[in-house]
């Protein structure tokens, strides 16, 4: 055939279907068969036209979804067009195809998908099964698509699949709304994200699971409203239906709600709208919970004690002076959602959805951020608004009246009573303002001791040189925003609680993950820790070492903000019987040496010299590698460059880990932390605390039973037993070698840090044997006496922390 030929016939066939529109609607089919595609551009409608089957793209996105609609009748005004033009079911709610290229078919095995160029779209047909080899899909004039057997002759064997049992956000006339409880099937509605977005949103109504006779709307999976107990042909919070033919079929098997419609009326049914009301098409609404006088069978909603009866939300048009708390684009919130998020946070001033185009995502905003008004903007924000004192105008009247009758003995009683209070809050006013003055006097001088190191406003002094620029740049976060990102300190935030204070998990705007440790009022430690570990952690970088990122100093409240270490601490997997396996050699052999090259650059390349003095297991943070990162330099010490040693009587730490000369005398050095890393590595190993007694011919401690197997050359007994197959003997052997030379009685014969990453790190380094180590019992007890440990069952009672993670 001719090119010419080709577009003759293709130019004739277009004039004769634009003249004859008849027979376009005769090539309409209503059915596809095996093998057989819906593609992109083609539909199906039913018999008599009154529902379609085809793809679409909601308002403002390129997204295709398959779904049912009505069709438009030419016989009804553009007036009624919305009211066919909803869509009734879609098949793809979750995973829309980003493009044309979607088809909807019936593979060689009879069963239904939806394929794109992608692949397979997963659908609410991923639940009908293979039919057979004969199989057809038909849309009905009831809006049901159907999935059949056929016969040979050409008739319906059997249904194997309708779309009536996978409803979306809407019941049509035959829909069942309830239970199978044979089968465990829900007949459930879910609402669409927003009215353009048909992603399943946050509220479903579906019968009781419960299997009383009524209907339940649930927000998030709580109960929202319910539609009393079916009763005499109606629910007890719906004394009247609104229109249609309803009935409530309710047996062993199965409870559900269906409807029918007279035949006068083409066009009635119900849809869970995204803010949960059941609207009904288009005669009315139930279930609205979102107004002031709520309707029949709404659950109250729980609040936090901030939010008052009295308060509500304005919508305006313009911009917030300042960014919100923008939450993750995975949450996939509704504006519903959004003034869920707000209300629940009592710092949350305003909120307003991410996009303007989809209106979906979430964005909130604290008390320190203002409105600006602006007819230019296309944004809508709801506004914080309140109610104080509202009197009703009758009120006021009576009030005035009855006051009349006795102004003048409250004049008597209020010139008394004036002089009192006025002397009262004279005296309180006085007291606040002194109070005030010496928290602020207080803050202001930490302020000021901290100024070489923190940033406020994004304003930083100038360093010497790009690296002291980089690692003195600490921020300071405002109270409000530290309270958004933790959801006002809430306890399902809160990761655990130490000496200083307790420790909360947050988020900051942008999605970064943050540990958040408070410094509490009612402690009796905490302030020196919190300005030495601001002024040391900020000159200190090292990806051993946990990093720093601000602080917060407002009032009485002072406040660090760190990274956040998701394998929280190393006890809480060293000494724990169900996680401890999960250290295997390759890791423990990596904290080892991770933790050893933490403590060189503390004692030798840092700017400062630095004695971290409460090094433990709990003071070590993992991250997800298990990369150890060592914390909580509160208790730390700074040398001079040619400082060995120094004196001093506060003596801070925790038993078990101190070196005696520590420990008894006040000596600190650097030699306190080798001591401390000995005992470190011994627990390691064996995945026993130091600080417990363990049976032996003698009570030892673990330095005293490490020793002891040790002199008996059964030092293999020390590690934990999961390291007995496929772990390396000699390097096991060589870490106990080092840790018994770190554990040494006198602080002179422990090695230097920078030797103890030599003996670690080169197999070829010849390790020297170690002398009896500090608080081992046993060889000096005389004869006859009881033989005990020094440190027994000691608890952390001299820590500034005990938390799981930061």
Known sequence: MSTETRISIILGLSYYLSVNPAAYADMERDTILNGQQLRDWESLSSANKVFRLKFFSPRNSNNRYLGICYN??????????????????????????????????????????????????RSVFNSAPAASTNASATLLDNGNFVLRELNLDGSVNRTWWQSFDYPTDTILPG???????????????????????????????????????????????????????????????????????????????EKYLTYSVNKSISFLYYRLDPAGVMMVIVLGSFGDCSLAKQDEGCVKKTL??????????????????????????????SIFDCQD????????????????????????????????????????????????????????????????????????????????AFSIICYVVQRNLRVKGMVKAKTRTILNELEDTITASGKYRQPSDEMDKKMTQLNIFSFQSIAMATNNFSDENKLGEGGFGPVYKGELPG?????????SRSSG????????EILLIAKLQHTNLVRLLGSCIQGEEKILVYEYMPNKSLDFFLFDS?????????????????????????HKYSRLRVIHRDLKASNILLDHNMNPKISDFGMARIFGVQQTEANTKRIVGTFGYMSPEYALKGIVSMKTDVFSFGVLLLEIV???????????????????????????????????????????KDEIIRCINVGLLCVQDQARDRPSMTDVVSMLTNNSVRLPVPKQPAFFIGSSAREGESEICLVKNCTNVLSITEMEAR
């Open 525 to 532: 430690q905490g302030l020196a820790e919190f300005k030495n």
């Open 175 to 253: 829909m069942k709304l309830g239970n199978n409880f044979k089968t465990g099937h829900q007949w459930l509605l879910t609402c669409w994200m927003n009215k353009d977005v048909p992603s399943s949103g946050s509220f479903a109504i579906g019968g009781d699971p419960n299997g009383t006779n009524q209907n339940i709307v649930w927000y998030q999976g709580n109960m929202y409203w319910t539609s009393g107990v079916w009763s005499n042909g109606h629910f007890g919070n719906l004394p009247k239906l609104l229109d249609g033919e309803f009935s409530y079929v309710s047996n062993e098997n």
């Open 511 to 519: 999605g970064q993950e943050i540990a958040i440790k408070r410094l």
């Open 72 to 121: 438009t009748p030419p016989d009804y005004g553009e007036a009624n067009l919305p009211l066919y033009d909803q869509t009734v079911w879609v098949a793809n709610r979750d995973t829309p195809i980003a493009d044309a290229s979607g088809s909807l078919m019936i593979d060689a095995n009879g069963k239904l998908k939806i394929t794109s160029i992608g692949g397979d779209v």
């Open 341 to 420: 998020k707000c209300e629940q946070n009592c710092s949350c001033v305003a909120y307003a959805s991410r996009t303007t185009q989809y209106r979906t995502g979430c964005e909130i905003w604290n008390k320190e951020t203002n409105f600006y008004p602006s007819g230019y903007a296309d944004r809508e924000i709801y506004i914080l608004k309140r109610d104080t004192g509202r009197e009703s105008t009758n009120g006021r009247e009576k009030h005035r009246s009855a006051a009349m009758h006795w102004w003048i003995w409250l004049i008597t009683a209020l010139g008394g009573t004036t002089l009192l």
């Open 578 to 602: 169900s996680r401890r396996e999960l250290l295997n050699w390759t890791n423990r052999m990596k904290i080892i040496e991770g933790v050893a090259q933490g403590l060189l650059y503390l």
């Open 304 to 333: 936090p004690e901030c939010r008052k009866p009295d308060y509500w939300f304005e919508s305006r048009v313009g911009y917030m002076l300042g960014d919100g708390y923008r939450f993750d684009e995975n949450y996939n919130l």
């Open 686 to 728: 064996s995945g026993k605390r130091n600080h417990s007694c363990y049976p032996s011919e003698h009570p030892f401690n673990l330095i005293g039973l490490a020793w002891q197997l040790w002199m008996e050359k059964r030092v293999l007994e020390l590690m934990y037993s999961i390291l007995d197959d496929s772990s390396p």
